[in-house]
């Protein structure tokens, strides 16, 4: 069951990262605005999520009680819209280097509020294999130099907005997903965070040249780099805890890493190596000490 959880965060993580190739093709290329690409891929995939849901078999099909129907709209809102809108707009006022770097730091918050919530018990040896990620993840983007990061003090308050918003996400909806499932969560999630989103930039105003091209990325963004993403992100939830799940998605600083130098003809420095050696290292690390880290049934929600 854990080996499931594992590869369902891992892969969700690749799929970012392959997302996050393509939004950088159509920022630079076609100058998309971030605000219509968060629109319009968080209402088409909720579409496509939330019809997908009806199809499911041995689902439950429960109404939303008052109280679950407030607590969706909060994901919706904070969790898929904000973790998407803070992203593009981090990425906007300082760049995808900080801004893969402080929504990393997600993990922490999330953390943080797992010992404050007595979910999970302070242990060392995982706070600084922890530390050792983010250290291998700033190697990688930054390449292991704080000269490279130009920041804004928008582009930082957006990118620590998105971590919190990544950790909200991850965390608050594990009751939800166990009630109601996790396709159909997700799905209505996109779908009211779309929604929501359309009176600030429709998704019939798209100013930019749509091609073939083009449009053929804005549809793998929607399938493959939303809809399946978040929907892997959310189910494996069910196999491993909320803190492990999300620094699992450590994949997609380093695919987005490789792809950039496979498609944008970017290098590898020996600070990036020595990154990428950190990052897996402990990353295993982690997952070996999580298999001895006995939680409540709070945590290990299934």
């Known amino acids: 069951m854990k080996v499931r959880g594992v590869l369902l965060a891992c892969s969700a993580g690749a799929l970012w990262a392959l997302s996050g190739i393509m939004c950088q093709i159509l920022f630079e290329k076609y100058f998309v605005s971030p605000e ?67 929504q990393f730091t997600g993990p922490i918050f999330i ?30 983007v930054a390449e292991g130099s704080i000269r490279t990061l130009n920041i804004s003090t928008m582009g930082f308050i957006m990118g620590i907005a998105s971590a919190v918003t990544l950790a909200f996400y991850t965390l608050q909806p594990r009751k939800l997903l166990v009630k109601y499932g996790e396709m159909r969560i997700a799905g209505l999630g996109m779908l009211i965070g779309g929604l929501a989103f359309q009176p600030i930039r429709p998704i019939w105003r798209p100013e930019f040249q749509m091609d073939s091209y083009s449009l053929g990325l804005v549809i793998s963004i929607i399938v493959f780099g939303t809809a399946l993403p978040f929907l892997f992100q959310l189910s494996s939830l069910r196999f491993i805890e909320a803190s492990l799940a ?24 020996r600070v990036q190596l020595l990154g990428f050696l950190i990052v897996i290292v402990s990353v295993i690390l982690l997952t070996r000490l999580s298999d001895k880290n006995v939680l409540p049934e709070e945590e290990r929600i299934s």
């Open 111 to 140: 953390f943080i509020f797992l010992v404050l919530n007595k979910e999970k018990k302070i242990k060392w040896l995982e706070v600084l294999l922890m530390l050792a990620t983010f250290v291998g993840v700033f190697l990688i």
């Open 36 to 102: 219509w690409l968060a629109s319009v891929r968080l209402l088409i995939a909720g579409l496509l999520l939330t019809g997908l849901s009806f199809f499911q078999r041995n689902v439950p099909r429960r109404k939303f009680s008052s109280k679950d129907l407030f607590s969706l709209v909060l994901f919706s809102l904070i969790g898929m819209l904000g973790v998407q809108y803070t992203y593009f707009k981090a990425i906007q006022y300082s760049g995808a280097a900080i801004a893969t770097i402080l």
């Open 246 to 269: 999300s620094v699992l998605t450590v994949v997609e600083p380093i695919l987005a890493t490789i792809l950039s130098v496979v498609l944008f003809n970017s290098h590898f420095a």
